[in-house]
């Protein structure tokens, strides 16, 4: 047991209250997060002379960033994020009262160079919502993890039908696997797809003053431990669209597609012969369970 949670981020909270949690949660989720993501300068393949570098003053285009709860990529050229990776449990998704909820604005980034920024501006009179790439109802062990989440470099352009209908769909039921009693990893991306396979070409929306890019699509995968070694995954892709959809199974997909699409290596710490159920579909070479991690959960369309 002791072997895999290395690479899988276990993010656990103790079971003896919610301080002890709290404490253990944001010490492993710090110590761990190397365990499934490289170094920035390992993940941005940005190795050169610190002389040289500190002369030229040579930066990426992107912002690595590790926040208390989670922790993301930030595109300069988009001014959104490529992907954000978080770790949740019971305690962190669980209703909380001692934490401010206010309607809360989203909050610059100064930890991003001014002119890369994105601002509440960029989103006014557009017909696109503040959506959230790690939802703050995942972020409910602190108030300040719980804000952390209204952080512009984690908010992106959504139609509003899609941002309450298919991703909120699937966002209830990651929590749900998570009250559970599951330790459940998670990631979540933009990307920037033809709208069509046959299509050579990408098109998409600039909005606001600050020309942020609109993702034509957007993925999400989730994964937890089952057994000693084995883990249940779901990975899809999603067409932007100001549809209000629910049916989860008809954006299933496999974590290749997700990699191939977004250059992102996905959970990369769980081999393909470690994952028993993918989307709900025993892989080869795997024993069946009892129920599949769809009929455990109650069941999703």
Same mark, same amino acid.
């Given at each position: 047991?002791?072997?895999?949670?290395? %690479?899988?981020?276990?993010?656990?909270?103790?079971?003896?209250?919610?301080?002890?949690?709290?404490?253990?949660?944001?010490?492993?989720?710090?110590?761990? =997060?190397?365990?499934? !993501?490289?170094?920035?300068?390992?993940?941005?393949?940005? @190795?050169?002379?610190?002389?040289?570098?500190?002369?030229?003053? =040579?930066?990426?285009?992107?912002?690595?960033?590790?926040?208390?709860?989670?922790?993301? !990529?930030?595109? @300069?050229?988009?001014?959104?994020?490529?992907?954000?990776?978080?770790?949740?449990?019971?305690?962190?998704?669980?209703?909380?009262?001692?934490?401010?909820?206010?309607?809360? *604005?989203?909050? $610059?980034?100064?930890?991003?160079?001014?002119?890369?920024?994105?601002?509440?501006?960029?989103?006014?009179?557009?017909?696109?919502?503040?959506?959230?790439?790690?939802?703050?109802?995942?972020?409910?062990?602190?108030?300040?993890?719980?804000?952390?989440?209204?952080?512009?470099?984690?908010?992106?352009?959504?139609?509003? %039908?899609?941002?309450?209908?298919?991703? %909120?769909? !699937?966002?209830?039921?990651?929590?749900?696997?998570?009250?559970?009693? %599951?330790?459940?990893?998670?990631?979540?991306?933009? !990307?920037?797809?033809?709208?069509?396979?046959?299509?050579?070409?990408?098109?998409?929306?600039?909005?606001? $003053?600050?020309?942020?890019?609109? $993702?034509?699509?957007? /993925?999400?995968?989730?994964?937890?431990?089952?057994?000693?070694?084995?883990?249940?995954?779901?990975?899809? =892709? /999603?067409? @932007?669209?100001?549809?209000?959809?629910?049916?989860?199974?008809?954006?299933?997909?496999?974590?290749?597609?997700?990699?191939?699409?977004?250059?992102?290596?996905?959970?990369?710490?769980? *081999?393909?012969?470690?994952?028993?159920?993918?989307?709900?579909?025993?892989?080869?070479?795997?024993? $069946?369970?009892?129920?599949?991690?769809?009929?455990?959960?109650?069941?999703?369309?």
């Amino acid at each position: 047991m002791t072997g895999n949670l290395k %690479k899988f981020l276990p993010y656990t909270a103790g079971a003896v209250g919610l301080v002890a949690g709290m404490l253990y949660a944001q010490f492993n989720y710090k110590k761990k =997060i190397s365990a499934i !993501l490289p170094s920035c300068d390992e993940y941005l393949g940005f @190795h050169i002379n610190p002389d040289i570098g500190n002369k030229f003053g =040579i930066l990426p285009a992107t912002t690595f960033k590790t926040m208390e709860g989670y922790s993301l !990529l930030y595109n @300069h050229k988009t001014k959104t994020a490529d992907w954000a990776f978080e770790c949740i449990t019971k305690e962190s998704v669980s209703p909380n009262t001692g934490i401010e909820k206010k309607k809360r *604005k989203v909050i $610059p980034d100064d930890t991003v160079p001014s002119y890369f920024q994105s601002s509440a501006e960029d989103f006014r009179n557009t017909g696109y919502s503040k959506g959230h790439l790690v939802p703050a109802a995942n972020q409910q062990l602190t108030s300040n993890l719980y804000k952390e989440t209204f952080i512009l470099t984690n908010i992106v352009p959504m139609y509003d %039908k899609f941002n309450s209908g298919i991703w %909120k769909t !699937l966002e209830d039921y990651i929590r749900k696997l998570a009250m559970e009693g %599951k330790t459940v990893g998670v990631y979540c991306g933009s !990307l920037y797809l033809p709208s069509k396979d046959s299509d050579n070409f990408v098109r998409y929306d600039l909005i606001g $003053p600050h020309k942020i890019a609109v $993702p034509t699509h957007f /993925f999400k995968s989730a994964a937890w431990e089952v057994e000693d070694g084995k883990y249940d995954m779901i990975a899809y =892709i /999603f067409p @932007h669209e100001n549809k209000k959809i629910k049916n989860l199974k008809l954006f299933e997909v496999d974590r290749e597609k997700i990699c191939k699409d977004s250059g992102l290596r996905l959970f990369y710490g769980i *081999k393909d012969t470690e994952i028993r159920y993918l989307n709900g579909k025993l892989m080869k070479n795997q024993e $069946p369970s009892e129920t599949s991690p769809r009929q455990r959960s109650g069941g999703i369309n």
